[in-house]
């Protein structure tokens, strides 16, 4: 990992919580076992989740929930101005946007930046490197 991150993708990284962080070397170790994957899709699948932000146990259940059986309420509760809980809904389902931005903001390719925007897209398309980080990022 320290191989592939450059100093301040590694420092963003660093910030996620511990179950992003593991998430996000479970997904780069599928990668390498089931994909011929990049580096910019190695660095991608490290850091696709780094817009979501400081989130509590509860606003991740909520969020689920809230998607598979009501998601007008989701939508309607989302809102990245409201409290706590508007912004932390709104942080999940904005994060590929959000950390898009902020890789972009340190440098990173705009492959990279690419990856992370589109990782919840209904389709991947024909990009198969983007249906890999898709598919791994669910099954891990």
Do not use: Y
Request: net charge neutral.
């Amino acid at each position: 990992m320290r191989d592939l991150l450059r100093p301040a993708e590694l420092r963003l990284f660093e910030t996620l919580q511990g179950r992003e962080r593991r998430h996000a070397l479970d997904v780069l170790a599928w990668l390498r076992a089931n994909a011929s994957p990049s580096d910019e899709l190695l660095i991608a699948a490290l850091l696709h989740n780094t817009g979501k932000g400081a989130l509590h146990a509860h606003e991740r259940i909520l969020h689920v929930l809230l998607l598979q059986f009501a998601p007008g309420l989701h939508e309607r509760l989302a809102d990245p101005e409201g409290g706590r809980l508007a912004r932390a809904l709104a942080a999940q389902r904005d994060h590929p946007a959000r950390g898009a931005t902020r890789l972009l903001a340190i440098g990173c390719s705009p492959r990279v930046c690419e990856l992370v925007r589109r990782h919840h897209d209904a389709s991947p398309g024909g990009d198969r490197e983007l249906a890999w980080l898709m598919e791994a990022d669910q099954v891990v």
